[in-house]
């Protein structure tokens, strides 16, 4: 136990939200114009759904005759009688018709303050998941077993394994045996931390959001098989690329990194399929080139100019983002919870009725990444996304995509700046413009074997070693080009 405030994790609208508890909070639904101290813009939840209060000897909460009742622990509290929470005690609002409707609640005290809230899609590609002090999932509490717990995907269901732990793995608060089946929006605890299990997802805390569940992502999500990119001028057929051959995980962040006129934006355009290039580019065994009409929808772009409208505000701008893009038929309540979603996913929730002409540059850039995110793509490209901005809200920018990276999307970034977010990426793909005036693939893995591959201690200087001495370069593109080749 601590003597920190408790606190509520909340479950719903597929977002984690964090409450302080401190004196008396009313519990209910936030429709615009009821605004709770813990308001839950969900049906289900009556407008004075409860109120949760510190007594002096507990915290307890309160239901306040809701329509939907509140279940703590399993069991229906009883309307108007106080009851005593306890660490760990799982707090339940749910229609019974619609999980979307179904709202979780986490009562904490021993919670580890360091520990950050992350997410995994559980796509197809994803079988198995362990979570330890020495484990993907990193948990590095002394009452955590170093391979605790793993979960794992038996044809369609899944379950989660304790791992012969010193200290048990807990589902719903109850100690499993060997191994037990998981439900949409079960919660697992082991030790300190919280795991909700959507069917979809799985949120988990953990100490470090930069080590995430697979390293480099989830598999094999894009494969780059690039003969040539050509292209004619002046009556002149020219190679602007040649010979990239490379794949992407997903949940994958990769930095594109390449010397002056080395082709990334060209390489760019190719990879989306906007300017194919000779070969294949296969996105979990689908080709771009041969299935655009249908992969296109997969795609978002965000180029290094906004095209916004100034005179919008941003919940109109992402409002009309989400009826364009977003399939049609959907009730009004499903685009604003695309909106609250995107918005809260970029960090625009507090500047949902400002114009964009009033936004600041790294504001109005998140809003152009919203734009994209709403229709939900499975890969994101960003050209120069930190361009003009200073080091603090080009880092803050970096972490909204690593979060989006994060869901098991695959975020693709040409910067000038990589050495601000370097541990963010999981991949750098480094094009260096050879003696041919093509522009080669010099070297593809993590940045800090690239740092290793040039012999450097930033990126930056990788830029210096491959650009012509001409540019303020090396000139050694030509000797990293054979060196990789080998």
Known sequence: MNNRMPRLFGYWNDSVMIFELQGRMDIGRDDGYNHPAIGIPVMSVSRVHAVIEDTGEG??????????????????????????????????????????????????????????????????????????????????????????????????EWIIADCGSTNGTFLNNIAINTTAGLRPLDVVRIAKYYFIFTGQKLYFQSDNSIRRIVDG?????????????????????????????????????????????????????????????????????????????????????????????????????????????????????????????????????????????????????RLSIAVEYIGGPSLFFLDEPDSGLDGTMARSLMENLRSIADTGKIVMVISHSPDRAFELFDQVIILAKGSDDSGHLVFTGSPRKALEFFDVDCLEAVVRRINRTDEGGEGLADEYIEKFNQ
Do not use: C
Not at 92 to 103: A, G, K, L
Not at 140 to 146: A, L, N
Not at 319 to 334: H, I, T
Not at 336 to 349: K, N, P
């Open 59 to 156: 915290t307890v909460i309160t239901d306040m005759g809701s329509s939907n009742g509140t279940v703590i622990n399993g069991q229906h509290a009883v309307p108007h009688v106080p009851y005593l929470l306890n660490d760990g005690d799982i707090i339940r609002i749910s229609n019974h018709t619609d999980i979307q409707n179904e709202v979780l609640l986490i009562y904490s005290v021993s919670y580890i303050s360091e520990a950050k809230w992350n997410s995994q899609s559980l796509g197809p590609e994803i079988r198995e998941l362990e979570a330890g002090r020495d484990a993907s999932i990193l948990l590095s509490d002394p009452m955590v077993s170093k391979h605790h717990a793993r979960f794992i995907k038996t044809g369609n």
């Open 217 to 365: 992502g989830g598999g094999p999500g894009l494969e780059i098989d690039i003969e040539r990119r050509t292209a004619w001028r002046k009556m002149k057929k020219y190679t602007l690329l040649r010979d990239i051959h490379l794949s992407i995980n997903t949940g994958s962040m990769v930095l594109i990194l390449g010397g002056s006129g080395a082709g990334k934006t060209t390489f760019m355009n190719a990879v989306m399929g906007y300017e194919p290039a000779e070969g294949s580019i296969l996105y979990k065994g689908t080709d771009i080139y041969t299935d655009f009409d249908r992969m296109k929808y997969e795609i978002g772009y965000v180029p290094q100019q906004d095209l916004l409208r100034m005179n919008d505000t941003v919940y109109s701008t992402l409002r009309n983002a989400a009826e364009m893009r977003l399939p049609e038929g959907l009730s009004d309540e499903d685009y604003e919870e695309s909106v609250r979603e995107t918005m809260h996913m970029l960090g625009l929730e507090r500047e949902e009725d400002s114009l964009v002409g009033k936004l600041s540059g790294g504001q109005r850039k």
